[in-house]
């Protein structure tokens, strides 16, 4: 099947560290995302991208890098991580047009802790 | 600006209904709602657009009062299944320069 897969799904990692997020697709979407996910807080866009040449920052892009490696991968990093970056972090994709424009699609989330 | 979701959480039986709501301070383009069971990702529910146009599930329903920019979401006759965290996520930009802001959701728990 189509689908989004996000590795590692599981990390815990020390404060300081470099920490890679990797999002794969094949559903053939030109657009992905990175959401961070708190308790509470609901989900918050951290980048988004159109296609392998446009990247935007979101609400809360500070202490995050990405990289769209090709239209199916779509990296988050975080350069030096720090304890309030731990949270669940979903990766989604979305189609330009067809039956499913505009729906978004989650990866299984990836949960990060720093510790 | 993240749009408010009320309420914060609702406990209903099998066969009642509920109302979510989502309301923001900024005039919308879209309005889409996603459902998150516990332990995973959110799910499509619907879309709704600036002019009435509406995508999504069958069996749910929604509207959305451009006026008040709020949209609401109808569960009826719920589920056990229907169980989970619902967001809405609003689109302010329209266009092709789309994206979406997240409410903090609303925990809906359906007991038999």
């Known amino acids: 099947d189509a689908d989004v897969t996000q590795t590692p799904r599981n990390r815990i990692t020390k404060t300081g560290k470099r920490i890679m997020l990797e999002c794969s697709q094949t559903k053939g979407h030109d657009r992905m995302y990175w959401y961070r996910q708190d308790p509470g807080l609901g989900l918050r866009l951290i980048y988004y991208s159109f296609d392998v040449k446009d990247i935007n920052k979101g609400e809360i892009s500070d202490g995050y890098s990405v990289s769209r490696q090709a239209q199916a991968k779509f990296s988050l990093s975080l350069e030096s991580a720090i304890p309030n970056q731990t949270a669940l972090y979903f990766c989604?994709?979305?189609?330009?047009?067809?039956?499913?424009?505009?729906?978004?699609?989650f990866g299984p989330g990836t949960r990060l802790t720093v510790l | 600006q993240q749009p408010v979701q009320s309420p914060q959480a609702v406990i209903l039986r099998e066969g009642e209904d509920a109302v979510i709501n989502c309301s923001s301070s900024k005039a919308l383009y879209s309005v889409h709602w996603y459902r998150q069971k516990h332990g995973e990702a959110p799910v499509f529910l619907m879309i709704?657009?600036?002019?009435?146009e509406q995508k999504g599930h069958d069996k749910i329903s929604a509207s959305f009062n451009e006026k008040k920019q709020q949209s609401s979401l109808y569960l009826t006759a719920s589920q056990l299944s229907y169980s989970g965290t619902y967001f809405c996520?609003?689109?302010?930009?329209?266009?092709?320069?789309?994206?979406?802001?997240f409410g903090k959701g609303t925990l809906l728990t359906v007991n038999p």
């Open positions: 996520g609003t689109d302010y930009s329209g266009g092709s320069n789309y994206k979406l802001t």
């Open positions: 989604a994709t979305s189609a330009t047009s067809g039956e499913t424009y505009n729906e978004q699609f």
């Open positions: 709704l657009l600036k002019g009435g």
